[in-house]
């Protein structure tokens, strides 16, 4: 199983940017599809954005879409959110996952991370 760490969160006021970080191990990183979540306080926790295994694909929630970009470093074994032009309501803990199968952009999402807190103040 592909361990997890994720940073960059913070306070941030609306408008401005973050971005996220979730480091690899453990497994051929390169290999994995990703993805970033988050959980608002009282909510279930949502997709926020996903990437392919090779990197050339790339999708978002609605919510986020022109304003988020998710991408990978596979040398460095790390995923990126870059978020910006940010909301109150992106508030939330973000995590990211691994797919889990190698190869696979279809098989589901794996085990969660302790997530970074991203708080945005109006």
């Known amino acids: 199983q592909m361990q997890l760490v994720e940073s960059g969160g913070g306070l941030v006021q609306a408008g401005g940017s973050l971005r996220l970080s979730c480091a690899a191990s453990g497994r051929t990183f390169s290999n994995y599809g990703m993805g970033w979540f988050r959980q608002a306080p009282g909510k279930e926790r949502q997709f926020v954005a996903g990437i392919s295994w090779r990197g050339g694909s790339t999708n978002y929630a609605d919510s986020v879409k022109g304003r988020f970009t998710i991408s990978r470093d596979n040398a460095k074994s790390t995923v990126y959110l870059q978020m910006n032009s940010l909301k109150p309501e992106d508030t939330a803990v973000y995590y990211c996952?691994?797919?889990?199968?190698?190869?696979?952009?279809?098989?589901?999402?794996?085990?969660w991370g302790q997530g970074t807190q991203v708080t945005v103040s109006s």
């Open positions: 996952r691994a797919r889990t199968r190698p190869l696979s952009d279809r098989s589901p999402f794996g085990s």
